[in-house]
């Protein structure tokens, strides 16, 4: 069974980069956000198995706030993507673990993706419910 993803991007032209890309490669896009606030939403009613989250996000909140609501609510993985990780510290980069650098690569977004759902089949966080 392909895993679901919802993307969370403020930039409508990544946005439907990213569905074309993850599609080719066999991941079902359950959803598209720009917002934090739609982003919490989107996960509590769509389920996904893995959230793509921007740092920087339209609205009040931004995905590290977002990250940590939808972790609340449900327990998946949250693969964060930012175009700013040169410019952080230790503790910055370390709160956006695990994490993608825009411009992105096909390979390594696909490697980082496969692992975030591998961890969490592996250590059998995943929610019964959504079964």
């Known amino acids: 069974m392909q895993a ?3 993307i969370v991007e403020d930039e409508s032209i990544i946005q439907f980069d990213l569905q ?3 599609q080719r490669l066999g991941y079902a896009v359950v959803g598209l956000a720009s917002s934090g606030e739609e982003a919490v939403a989107k ?8 959230v793509l989250m921007d740092v920087r996000l339209e609205g009040q909140m931004d ?3 977002a ?4 972790r609340a609510i449900r ?8 175009a700013h990780a040169a410019g952080m510290g230790e503790q910055e980069l370390a709160a956006l673990h695990p994490c993608v650098s825009k411009p992105f690569r096909v ?3 696909k ?3 496969a692992k975030a759902l591998d961890h969490r089949v592996g250590n059998g966080s995943s929610d019964p419910a959504s079964n």
């Open 20 to 22: 074309s890309r993850l």
């Open 75 to 82: 327990n998946v993985p949250v693969l964060f993507l930012t």
């Open 67 to 70: 990250a940590q609501k939808i």
């Open 4 to 6: 679901s993803i919802l």
């Open 111 to 113: 490697s980082a993706i």
């Open 63 to 65: 995905g590290l706030e």
């Open 107 to 109: 390979p390594e977004l």
């Open 43 to 50: 996960a509590a009613e769509l389920k996904p198995d893995l």
